[in-house]
């Protein structure tokens, strides 16, 4: 299901897209902050009782409206028809309706990481001992999960993490 900020964030960025090829002068920040708005939402989605998420959401939300509304500025020069035209798309959008549909992604993400931590994903070339990856996760201090026999994602602090990492580079050798 999406949600309505999805919805939002799809129609700005249709606008933007239509407006970029009419040849607008868009500015600078905005593509950036998409991509930020963008990320708030999927991370919301992932765990939306978190509530350091949920004001990171209404954040991506306020950034977003601003957006809108320099967006439609711009609109504004097309003529009023334009502009109606993607008022009726936010619109419909506020009412639950699915304008825009997100293309499939062939990327993979790590689900339910655990908020506040880093997270580190390795692939190795064959299987290996379970053991003796809980050995240098647990000495390190890190939450792993063993996605299959060769994927394991690994949390916990950034600086652990690494020499966690680090200590677990000649398996990549094997």
């Given amino acids: 299901m999406s949600l309505p900020s999805e919805q939002n964030w799809l129609i700005v960025f249709n606008l933007l897209t239509d407006l970029n090829k009419k040849g607008y002068d868009i500015p600078k920040g905005i593509n950036p902050e998409l991509g930020l708005i963008r990320s708030s939402i999927s991370s919301y989605k992932k765990d939306p009782s ?62 339910n990481t655990p908020p506040g931590l880093t997270t580190g994903r390795i692939t190795l070339k064959k299987a290996l001992a379970e053991e003796r990856v809980q050995e240098i996760a647990e000495w390190n201090g890190l939450i792993i999960e063993f996605e299959d026999d060769v994927t394991v994602d690994l949390h916990g602090d950034k600086e652990d993490l690494k020499t966690g990492l680090k200590e677990m580079g000649s398996f990549f050798l094997e």
């Fill in 50 to 111: 978190h509530p350091d998420l949920i004001n990171s959401l209404a954040k991506a939300e306020m950034s977003l409206n601003s957006i809108q509304e320099t967006l439609l500025e711009l609109a504004s020069q097309e003529g009023e028809e334009y502009v109606d035209k993607w008022l009726g798309l936010f619109k419909d959008a506020m009412h639950g309706k699915e304008v825009f549909e997100f293309p499939k992604s062939r990327s993979t993400f790590i689900v």
